[in-house]
């Protein structure tokens, strides 16, 4: 006989069928347990929970079938299998409605009831792993706070979880603000590290001597203003992970030190003579060429190997424009949260102007104008007069510097002198709320001036909303 540790409460006033079910259910492998009456039926829920309880619709006492499904289901999780007699179908039809699983109607063919029970057992058995992937899926929470559907995100959610089971270290790399720290946390938080320390250190923001301390630890006395042992981020992070942001910025004499943890494991604190090991995976993260750093000699060329055994790149956002509504939608999502408003979204107009946009500080520069448009909106949409001052409007596609000198004369001074006006334009538009007439009287351009310049430069278009006076 298959054990099972399924538990199957049967409710029947008539004694021939609790029996038969009993028996078949029980050479089936199940715990079985019956009751003659609603009330009985309940004590023995009481004592404990059943996955099935086979009701039959007609009871003695005052809890008929329909009430006891409802108790079983205010109770527990339980399956509720129906038993009808032939002419009780309305009834049966009603239990339906009220989360029975299925019904049968008497006198029934045992080998119709193990069918059912069969498939519950089955489907209690798809809805548990369900249950199991989710919570495991909740504690991967890492990955999932990584938005966008573009191919290259794709691609990074990919690599997390190729390398995160590995103690492999990690550099990654990519401009300011695309998510080099976030990638970093899902990373340790996807991997079996999860339940470990996860240390950050900023590099750049540290003095040499500080850095050494902080990475080190030190012991009293080892420098002046060492007035007790203190232990280093290496040693915090002993079992689990330690992301070492912008490391591009560490001095080469630490550049030795940590070279010997990555080859070794193990390093000196500061002031002592015992050398330390440790278990540490290390991620780091640069928006520098490191490789750039090697060359010109500012940057150990074996570290730099040792560093970048698996290379994530980031991409920029305005390599991947896809992902904007989504992250878009998740940024108001998290600052409607915050400031307890109920912003649904962004104009039409805001969604051309940040496609057109090159987001040079990418999703923290977008995630910063979200912010900023959900406390200043007083609308349930941001709109584009909210967005614009914002947007800083000198990165769009104009030309300075070099590049406008290498025109000749007239072209270079024509695109400066465009861009000015562009510039000049929405800055008063802006202010103005998009009121021409408004805008011309503050800036003491003629109106008609105004509006031909608009058409020239196809400023509508640029999303600021003309409100004819
Ligand atoms: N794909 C994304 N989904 C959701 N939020 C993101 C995403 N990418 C970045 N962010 C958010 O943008 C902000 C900047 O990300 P993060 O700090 O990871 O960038 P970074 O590459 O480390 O930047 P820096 O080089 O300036 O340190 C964070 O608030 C982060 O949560
Ligand atoms: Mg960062």
Not at 293 to 317: A, C, H, S, T, W
Not at 342 to 370: A, D
Not at 429 to 457: C, D, F, H, P, W
Request: contains cysteine; neutral net charge.
């Amino acid at each position: 006989m298959k054990v099972n540790s399924t538990k199957i409460l049967v409710v029947d006033d008539e004694i021939g069928y609790r029996k038969v079910l009993q028996n078949a259910l029980t050479e089936r492998g199940f715990l079985v347990k019956t009751a003659e009456s609603g009330e009985d039926a309940l004590d023995e829920l009481k004592k404990q929970e059943f996955s099935i309880v086979i009701i039959d619709m007609k009871l003695p006492g005052s809890i008929d079938g329909l009430e006891l499904l409802q108790r079983v289901k205010g109770m527990y999780n339980s399956s509720v299998l129906i038993m009808t007699a032939y002419g009780g179908i309305e009834t049966a039809v009603e239990a339906m409605r009220r989360g029975a699983f299925n019904y049968i109607t008497k006198p029934f063919n045992l080998d119709e009831i193990i069918l059912n029970i069969d498939r519950l057992v089955a489907q209690q058995k798809i809805i548990e792993e369900n249950k199991y992937l989710h919570s495991e899926l909740e504690k991967v929470y890492g990955l999932k706070k990584i938005v966008g559907s573009s191919r290259e995100i794709h691609k990074v959610l990919d690599m997390i979880s190729r390398v995160a089971f590995s103690t492999a270290t990690v550099l990654i790399t990519g401009e300011s603000g695309t998510g080099k720290e976030l990638v970093a946390r899902a990373i340790h938080f996807t991997g079996n590290r999860k339940d470990e320390k996860f240390v950050v250190i900023n590099c750049a923001t540290l003095s040499e001597n500080l850095l050494e301390s902080e990475l080190f630890g030190h012991i009293k006395g080892a420098f002046t203003g060492a007035i007790k042992d203190k232990k280093g981020l290496f040693e915090e992070a002993d079992g689990g992970t330690l992301f070492m942001d912008e490391i591009g910025d560490i001095p080469k004499s630490v550049q030795a030190k940590i070279l010997r943890v990555l080859q070794e494991g193990e390093f000196i604190t500061l002031g002592d003579t015992v050398t330390k090991k440790v278990d540490v995976r290390i991620i780091a993260a640069t928006n520098q060429d490191l490789l750039k750093g090697v060359q010109e000699k500012e940057f150990r060329e074996d570290l730099y190997y040792r560093l970048n055994v698996i290379n994530i790149k980031m991409p920029p956002l305005r390599e991947r424009k896809e992902d904007i509504p989504l992250l878009v939608k998740h940024f108001i999502e998290k600052y409607n949260k915050k400031e307890n408003k109920q912003i649904k979204g962004i104009s039409p107009e805001v969604e051309k102007e940040f496609y057109h946009y090159n987001w040079p500080g990418n999703v923290r520069e977008l995630e910063n104008i979200i912010e900023r448009a959900i406390t200043l909106t007083h609308e349930d949409i941001i709109s584009v007069q909210v967005i614009l001052p914002l947007v800083k409007k000198e990165e769009k596609d104009e030309i300075t510097g070099d590049a406008l000198f290498a025109r000749p004369y007239k072209e270079a001074r024509r695109k400066a002198i465009d861009s000015f006006n562009i510039k000049y334009i929405t800055n008063i538009l802006s202010k103005t709320n998009g009121n021409v007439t408004y805008a011309a009287k503050e800036s003491g351009i003629e109106r008609q001036y105004l509006q031909r310049m608009l058409k020239r430069y196809d400023i509508k278009s640029r999303n600021i909303i003309m409100e004819e006076d």
